[in-house]
């Protein structure tokens, strides 16, 4: 059964770093998200990506963040300069219209 | 705003015993309406979703959930839980357009003993 998948599954990095989180979509799927939960809350939604282009982000979603599918496999989340509050788990997920998303499972996030 | 309430933060039941988990939305629209698992260690997983129809929609496990227009509600019920279906469970939203957020309830953790 294809599946999202996400590396690295843990990432640690020091505060101001740029980082980036990678995730592959199931191939045929058109729309690929982003979310993010911080420990011991809700999961929340970042941003979602269709035909190479933001559709929808969240207040969350400033400009330290960015997304891109580099090639036609790829998607993926930068973080240009971390804080410590960006310390989370990052879920990526894929859809197509009618269906719901599926999801990866997570790169936990650990800003130091 | 856009939101999912949860009811209940943690349920411990004894296996065997029935369960139902509270959700209510406030979302404004046609909603499509959702219950994700993430069991120990693992990702979110689709337990049951409703997009139109019967109200009442049957999902992997034994879950079921009624979806209740006039009370923006969504609860999961299983008749008889099991050790194995301790867990996180995670109520969400979205409008019936594609490419939207998701809304996630806050989550509601279940120990089942055996």
């Known amino acids: 059964e294809p599946e999202v998948t996400q590396t690295p599954s843990h990432q640690v990095t020091q505060m101001g770093q740029e980082v980036i989180l990678r995730c592959v979509p199931i191939?045929?799927?058109?729309?690929f998200y982003w979310y993010r939960q911080i420990l011991g809350q809700k999961v929340e939604f970042l941003v979602s990506f269709y035909n190479n282009e933001i559709s929808e982000k969240s207040e969350i979603f400033d400009d330290q963040f960015s997304v891109e599918r580099p090639d036609g496999s790829n998607f993926t989340l930068k973080i240009r300069s971390t804080k410590l509050e960006d310390s989370a788990m990052y879920f990526c997920?894929?859809?197509?219209?009618?269906?719901?998303?599926?999801f990866g499972p997570g790169t936990r996030l650990t800003v130091l | 705003a856009q939101s999912v309430s949860q009811h209940n933060h943690h349920v411990i039941l004894s296996e065997a015993a029935s369960l139902e988990l509270g959700c209510n939305y406030s979302?404004?629209?046609?909603?499509?309406l959702f219950w994700y698992v993430q069991y120990p260690g693992q990702h979110l997983q689709l337990l049951l979703k409703?997009?139109?129809?019967?109200?009442l929609v049957k999902g992997i496990k034994g879950f079921e959930a009624e979806f209740i227009k006039s009370k923006f509600s969504f609860n999961l019920r299983k008749p008889s839980v099991q050790w194995s279906d301790t867990a996180e469970y995670f109520c969400?939203?979205?409008?019936?357009?594609?490419?939207?957020?998701?809304?996630f309830g806050k989550g509601t953790t279940l120990s089942v003993s055996s």
């Open positions: 997920a894929s859809n197509n219209p009618g269906y719901e998303q599926f």
């Open positions: 409703y997009f139109s129809g019967d109200p």
């Open positions: 191939s045929n799927h058109l729309y």
């Open positions: 969400a939203v979205t409008a019936n357009q594609a490419g939207t957020a998701l809304i």
């Open positions: 979302y404004g629209g046609t909603v499509n």
